[in-house]
């Protein structure tokens, strides 16, 4: 098998990168700057420049490979999916596992946009796994100035409750599927263990850095004033206050026991990933 990995210098896909390296496989990454990928990886992986947004520029990355594993983000990732996975097809990939999201399933937010990438992958004929994570833990990096700033963490969440789930059990799900391929026509849900409100991810991450710290709820007006000096597009804006929307119904509190299924251990906890991110909450930190 020859393994090609999208968004290899992104969140999870670095992390499958890594873990296909620690299992002596030399996969071949796809970037848009060959000079990032390099300073990730060296040598050790092959490098092939191209952009999911240009068809044309994936045939030569994908020739040769045999098995895909997709990232796209953003308003057009169904269309990227789509081209990416025709180029694939094309060029004798045969199996493809999208990188998607959990939320498909209550149509919310990027879940739609990632409903429509997963129809076309089904529609492929392709052989598929879809990798369908909630959110992850790692967009609470997203409160770190703050809660360093003002021992502040706000969201229109409300009440509502999410299970985060960290990105290391996504990419070690990600990769055993990988090399096995033993849930091939399969979407894996994969959650964190536990549902938690944001006033008590809040409160944990309180505990860890040992500083006491504020969770405020505010109006979908205020989250949205937030995205956008963010710079965020405001296809994702409109998706991510409908996500935080669908958190403050209840409707993304679901806990699958996917990732002990998968790898015969539970998912990592949010005090876990909050330990380990101590750092980045605490004064100091720049
Ligand atoms: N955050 C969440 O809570 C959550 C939950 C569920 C699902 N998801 C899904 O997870 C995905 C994002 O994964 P991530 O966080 O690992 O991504 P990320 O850290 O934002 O990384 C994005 C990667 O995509 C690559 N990329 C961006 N535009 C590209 C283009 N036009 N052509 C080629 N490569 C391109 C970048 O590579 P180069 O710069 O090297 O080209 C980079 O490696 C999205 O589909 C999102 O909807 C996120």
Redesign the pocket.
Known sequence: MSYII?????????RVVGRLLEAGIRPRV????AE??RKSYGEHVDIRV????DPASLRPAFTGGSTLFL????PD?AA?DAAAVQVARAVGVTRVMK?????VEQEVG?GV??ARGELALRESGLSFTFLR????M??ALGWAPSIRGAGLVRTSTGEGRIA?IH?DDIAEVATHALLRWDYEGQALRITGPEALSYAEMTARISAVIGEPLVFQSMSDQEARALFVARREEPEMVAALLSIWSAIRGGRLDTVTETVRHVLGRGPRSFEAWARENAASFRDGSG
């Open positions: 999208t968004g290899a210098t992104g969140n999870i896909g670095r796809l970037t848009r700057d990032k990928a191209g952009d999911l947004s990232v796209n983000a953003g990732l990227r990188l998607s999201s959990l939320d990027t946009w990632h994570p909630s959110g992850f790692s967009n985060l990105p």
